[in-house]
């Protein structure tokens, strides 16, 4: 039998650092779909290390924007899933965070919920209202994955959280 080496665990986890690039490549896919009317979904893949991840990719999976008169959203399938879950699985890189955009105000909906590709207690979801065009997290809401239930995280805790460095 083969030990396995427990990797860090991300509801451990105290700090997310987020490099200014990718932060602006999140900012920047997100206000190109918001332009024709659509929400995107951002994934940030990185890395654990004790009580912090860094972020390392920002990534927008392949997706189907929806919109109809109940409103927008996405649609990412069961393939892209699929993919995702190899590249983690070869890179050693980990789904920190699901970042999405909203036309109007930043909340977590029901389907958002739902539909959460980040599934690892301790993974975060970030939405940004307007489709990002205000500065970063500005307005932003956060949410944690706790014991399967999406808790809100205050602004201070965001502040607290996240951290943006050069690269």
């Known amino acids: 039998m083969k030990n396995r080496v427990r990797k860090p665990a991300l509801a451990d986890v105290e700090e997310v650092i987020v490099p200014a690039a990718e932060l ?48 927008v959203g996405y649609f990412v399938s069961g393939e892209t899933m699929f993919e995702l879950n190899r590249l983690l699985s070869e890179t050693g890189l980990r789904l920190i965070a699901q970042v999405h955009s909203h036309p109007d105000e930043a909340y977590h909906s029901a389907a958002d919920d739902r539909l959460a590709v980040v599934t690892t207690d301790g993974g975060f979801s970030l939405v940004t209202p307007e489709f990002a065009t205000g500065e970063p997290f500005g307005g932003w809401a956060m949410y944690r994955l706790v014991r399967g239930r999406w808790r809100e995280v205050s602004p201070a805790e965001i502040v607290r959280m996240l951290r943006v460095v050069a690269g």
């Open 24 to 71: 602006a490549r999140t900012c920047a896919l997100m206000r190109a779909h918001g332009e024709r009317g659509y929400e995107l979904l951002v994934l940030w893949l990185g890395n654990v290390d004790g009580r912090t991840a860094t972020v390392v990719h920002a990534v927008a999976p392949p997706q189907e924007g929806v919109r109809s008169e109940d409103g």
